[in-house]
């Protein structure tokens, strides 16, 4: 069975700087296109950021943009999500997910897999 494993999350003052990883279980699953999402308390589950297999495209929310990189290392098929000048409003628990395909998109029903989850807090 497919497990991607999220690691990298914690607690941080704002302005500062978390990575998250994603590693997948089987090196077939990890050359393909991936995405974060979060989900903060009371809220649905929203896109953050997503990359292609290639690793030559990739799509922001706009409340990230600028802040947040998403890059892929397809030799480890593991992901990461460098988060930097975190806010408050960033607080949530990140998902990475994988779509057994080139391409990403910005809706949950387009991924196969997806992680556990990992709590990233930022405190004021």
């Known amino acids: 069975q497919v497990q991607l494993v999220e690691s990298g999350g914690g607690l941080v003052q704002a302005g500062g700087s978390l990575r998250l990883s994603c590693a997948a279980s089987e090196r077939t699953v990890g050359t393909n296109a991936m995405a974060w999402f979060r989900q903060a308390p009371g809220k649905e589950r929203e896109f953050v950021a997503a990359?292609?297999?290639?690793?030559?495209?990739?799509d922001y929310a706009d409340s990230v943009k600028g802040r947040f990189t998403i890059y892929r290392d397809n030799a480890k098929s593991t992901w990461y999500l460098q988060m930097n000048t975190l806010k408050p409003e960033d607080t949530a628990v990140y998902y990475c997910?994988?779509?057994?395909?080139?391409?990403?998109?910005?809706?949950?029903?387009?991924?196969?897999?997806w992680g556990q989850g990992t709590q990233v807090t930022v405190s004021s």
């Open positions: 997910a994988v779509h057994l395909g080139a391409t990403f998109d910005r809706n949950t029903y387009w991924y196969d897999y």
């Open positions: 990359i292609s297999r290639s690793g030559g495209s990739t």
